[in-house]
């Protein structure tokens, strides 16, 4: 948080909602579907690459401010296990945009000290692509600050099914396919970035109001933020925003709420005597 703060000055335009960030609430990963590079090219009336071509800006940006903020962990959804039925020559076009990004980008992540990992099927990825990508994951390694999961040939439901495969094969291995039995956290030990805890913040851009099979075990209690905003234009205030929302929630987990209850409420054993006396039912 101090890095981010001391990256800005009084008259930036950052400054005042930098400052009301409380640096003990701040979401421990962030998730991001970043959404709208179409949208953004056909309203300007250019190619799809373009809109691509344009997101890159902002991933740096997201990058920079989540590693001075001393967030532990971001996913960017990059490409899903759907994307392959895009026209082919745009999907070669997101692998050389990839390329691109990996090489001008890795003096930043090493200046930052930001660790570059891959979440999805990557084994799938062209050869060239799957070189590059594990060329800077590996030169990353040693870095101690923001984790970057790259969600890249990705599908959430994919990503279960990988999951409960492998605690067959393990079972199966060992010789205890009869015993086995499966939990909740035996599938979370399984998947792509076990290390990782579950999302806190889920953002989305373009308004689209859809998960679209992105992290579907790990978001059972994200919050999410939706803006209208498109990927291309999101900018440091955009997440800047999206955190000061996050704040302002009230994180139950299924329980109640740790605000003490409103003097106008009614105690719950009142509630449960009435209840009790229109059911017809004797208490005495």
């Known amino acids: 948080m101090k890095a981010l703060l001391d990256s800005l000055k009084p008259e930036d335009r950052d400054w005042d909602l ?11 990963h962030i998730a991001i579907i970043m959404d709208g590079n179409g949208r953004w090219a056909r309203r300007r009336a250019l190619p799809r690459v373009a809109g691509h071509r344009a997101g890159v800006g902002p991933v740096r940006s997201t990058v920079e401010t989540c590693a001075r903020l001393g967030i532990d962990c971001l996913t960017l959804f990059a490409f ?5 039925k895009r026209p082919k020559a745009e ?5 050389r945009l990839l390329r691109y990004y990996l090489k001008r980008e890795l003096p930043e992540l090493q200046r930052n000290g930001v660790r570059l990992q891959a979440i999805g ?15 800077v994951i590996g ?8 984790r970057v999961y790259l969600a890249i040939n990705y599908g959430g439901r994919s990503e279960i099914a990988d999951a409960v495969n492998a605690i067959l094969e393990g079972a ?3 010789g205890r396919l009869a015993s086995l039995r499966i939990d909740e956290d035996a599938i979370s030990r399984h998947l792509y970035a076990p290390d990782c805890r579950d999302p ?12 679209s099979n992105f992290l579907l075990w790990q978001i059972a209690y994200s919050e999410f933020y939706v803006t209208e905003t498109l990927w291309p234009d999101f900018t440091r205030t955009d ?3 999206a955190i000061v929302a996050y704040q302002q929630r009230d994180r139950r987990y299924g329980g109640l709420s740790q605000e003490p209850a409103r003097e106008s409420e009614a105690p719950d054993t009142v509630a449960d005597e009435d209840l009790i006396a229109a059911a017809g039912v004797s208490i005495r």
């Open 172 to 174: 199966r291995t060992e």
């Open 121 to 135: 099927r990557v084994e799938e990825l062209p050869e060239r692509v799957r070189e590059e990508l594990q060329e």
């Open 91 to 95: 999907v070669e076009a997101l692998w």
């Open 80 to 84: 899903s296990v759907e994307n392959w």
């Open 139 to 146: 030169r990353t390694a040693a870095n101690r600050g923001l």
């Open 200 to 211: 806190d913040l889920l953002i989305r851009t373009s308004g689209e109001m859809r998960i």
């Open 18 to 28: 930098a400052t009301s960030i409380d640096p003990d609430r701040l979401p421990a």
């Open 239 to 241: 997440l800047l925003q």
